[in-house]
């Protein structure tokens, strides 16, 4: 009994610090934590962190063991020089996909795209945006339902 006790514990603490470092960086005005299913609800000012990605909302629920984060109310994803805004977010972080929808308002330098809905795979670094798409380049305007944009060389893909 003693030496399943003392693994147990052992495991644990070698756990904590490998939880920890994979733990985003949350601000928040109010919050609530159920430690059972490892999600915190945060309210006011939410700001979460992970790596170079940087979601923020008026309310946001975090999803510790899955990774995943799920926003609502004037979202606003950044990451490096791009910016996602919409009325809703949800990140996947096993995916590396983030999904906008409503309102969807995308700026990337010179570049600016609107949209009903989006989708943004941090892996490929595709961008697409579905629904009343109007997007303005340099080149001029572009309207289309749907349109996939690839955030690294800056080109509109159709």
């Known amino acids: 009994m003693k030496k399943i006790l003392m693994s147990m514990f052992l495991f644990i603490f070698l756990l904590i610090p490998a939880v920890c ?3 985003p960086a949350i601000k928040y005005d109010k919050q609530h934590f159920d430690p ?3 999600i915190y609800y945060l309210e006011g000012n939410v700001s979460v962190t992970v790596g170079q990605r940087v979601i ?4 946001a629920q975090v999803e510790m063991y899955a990774i995943e984060v ?3 109310g004037d ?10 805004y919409g009325d809703t977010v949800d990140v996947y972080g096993s995916s590396k996909t983030a999904e906008v929808n409503g309102n969807l308002s995308f700026t990337q330098g010179n570049i600016a795209i609107t949209a009903d809905s989006g989708t943004f795979n941090w892996g490929t670094k595709n961008a697409v945006f579905i629904g009343n798409v109007q997007a303005t380049t340099p080149n001029g305007t572009l309207k289309a339902d749907k349109i996939v944009y ?6 509109i893909k159709n």
Do not use: V
């Not at 690839?150 to 080109?155: M, Y």
């Open 75 to 84: 979202i606003h994803l950044q990451q490096d020089d791009i910016d996602f």
């Open 21 to 23: 470092l994979a733990s």
């Open 36 to 38: 059972a299913r490892g």
């Open 150 to 155: 690839n955030i690294r060389t800056h080109e």
């Open 70 to 72: 799920h926003a609502q």
């Open 56 to 59: 923020s909302a008026d309310k």
